[in-house]
């Protein structure tokens, strides 16, 4: 017999995950999306800026990643300007900034993972 006493669903936005932790991972998940908040814990950047700190992404998928995280409201797109050349910046928003103490835990879990130098 299944025991769904600990069943934990959800719906947000339409999308239905089998528990919180889920429903976090899809946002923040996948190889680059947690890479370019940890770049932008600690202020505005550039496009160019964020590529040239992760110089293995491509700047097709490095755009896409940026649209997700806009989409999934942690993270704001400001254009400065309307004729070339124009600015773009990219920074966390208020519900990105609450994820900064996860990035700062996964970044002490991860040096604990590599062990001494």
């Given amino acids: 017999m299944a025991n769904t006493e600990n069943k934990c669903e959800i719906t947000m936005n339409g999308k239905t995950y089998p528990c919180h932790i889920s429903m976090a991972m899809d946002l923040v998940g996948g190889k680059w999306k947690g890479v370019i908040l940890y770049y ?3 202020g505005p950047k550039r496009f160019n800026e964020i590529n040239q700190l992760m110089p293995t992404i491509t700047e097709m998928t490095l755009s896409l990643q940026l649209k997700q995280l806009e989409q999934s409201g942690l993270i704001s797109r400001t254009v400065y300007g309307e004729k070339a050349p124009i600015k773009v910046v990219y920074e966390m928003t ?3 900034q609450s994820f900064k103490p996860v990035l700062d835990s996964l970044s002490v879990w991860a040096h604990t993972m590599i062990g001494p130098n």
């Fill in 40 to 42: 932008l814990k600690d």
């Fill in 94 to 96: 208020e519900l990105g």
